[in-house]
């Protein structure tokens, strides 16, 4: 799919990505959006890198935009994932208990 070099110099392929996710839309009556970006036009999809480190990429229907990507810790891909409804990972799931109530 794409590459990307993040802030640390590592290049990430999402065709090597272990998991990916695609947030959830909600639909407000006339347009879905983003549940995260609160955008009909930007988008964020999560994943997980070969090497288990996770990594959200950013995308917009915007013309003339660029697609970019930054590495998220533990904890914000956790929030990502439970926000939009996704099942954990194993991995996470310890620290789901910490951000839910």
Do not use: C
């Not at 695609?22 to 970006?37: F, H, K, L, M, P």
């Not at 950013?58 to 956790?78: D, F, I, M, N």
């Amino acid at each position: 799919m794409a590459r990307y070099r993040m802030s640390d110099g590592v290049v990430v392929d999402t065709d090597k990505a272990t998991r990916a996710w695609e947030e959830a839309r909600d639909w407000n009556g006339q347009n879905w959006i983003s549940r995260n970006t609160r955008s009909q036009w930007t988008h964020e999809t999560l994943y997980r890198s070969r090497k288990g480190r996770y990594y959200l990429v950013y995308s917009s229907q915007w013309q003339g935009s660029t697609p970019s990507a930054e590495w998220v810790s533990e904890k914000e891909a956790l929030k990502w994932l439970i926000l939009n409804d996704k099942d954990l990972p194993a991995e996470l799931e310890a620290l789901a208990e910490q951000f839910t109530e």
